[in-house]
């Protein structure tokens, strides 16, 4: 007899749990719900602000980190790419490894750019995709700030595999 009274004491245990699992307040259903809401408006701004894809130079361009994905840059992370870089190679043209850019539309010449480009399209040497090309260009100006909305890291991780490099082309030189 003890024994079915200990089930049915799980039983209304597991009762109890499912239904305060069911019984989410509100305020938090409708959290969640704008939470929702605001990346669905987003993902959708986003696809009528895309203008295509395009190549350019990471380490001669100026960059601005933080305005969209405000995450600090860890150090932790950006070694683990790092040694990425450095023992498997830099996929440099993969649009799998794209980085967002935002730019006023009136700088960015649309003839450099591709809007259509298969996800899993593969060129090892990106020659399906044009170098990105800005008015501020013609006037030899790269300081201009392009917003990064990612990739934070892979561009700290991308500048620290160049100083190596150099270092390495410097010390085999003087032997």
Known sequence: MSGSKGKQKDVDKVT??????VNVT?????????TLEEYYNLEEQGR????????TDLLERHFTFG??????????????????????GLDRFSIRSAIPIILPSD?????????????DSIDRHGSHL???????DD???TSNDIIAAGGRH??????????QREMLTRKTRAI
């Open 48 to 55: 009528h602000a895309f203008l295509g894809y395009a190549r």
């Open 139 to 141: 006037d030899g100006e």
């Open 67 to 88: 305005s969209y994905n405000p995450r600090p840059l860890n150090n932790g992370e950006m070694r683990n790419l790092l040694d990425s870089f450095n023992n498997n």
């Open 26 to 34: 509100a305020s938090e259903a409708t959290g969640l719900d704008t």
């Open 107 to 119: 700088v960015v010449d649309t003839s450099t750019l591709k809007k259509d480009i298969a996800i």
């Open 154 to 163: 892979r561009h700290a991780a991308l500048g620290e595999w160049v100083k």
């Open 16 to 21: 109890r749990k499912k239904k305060a699992a």
């Open 130 to 136: 044009s170098m990105l090309r800005l008015t501020w």
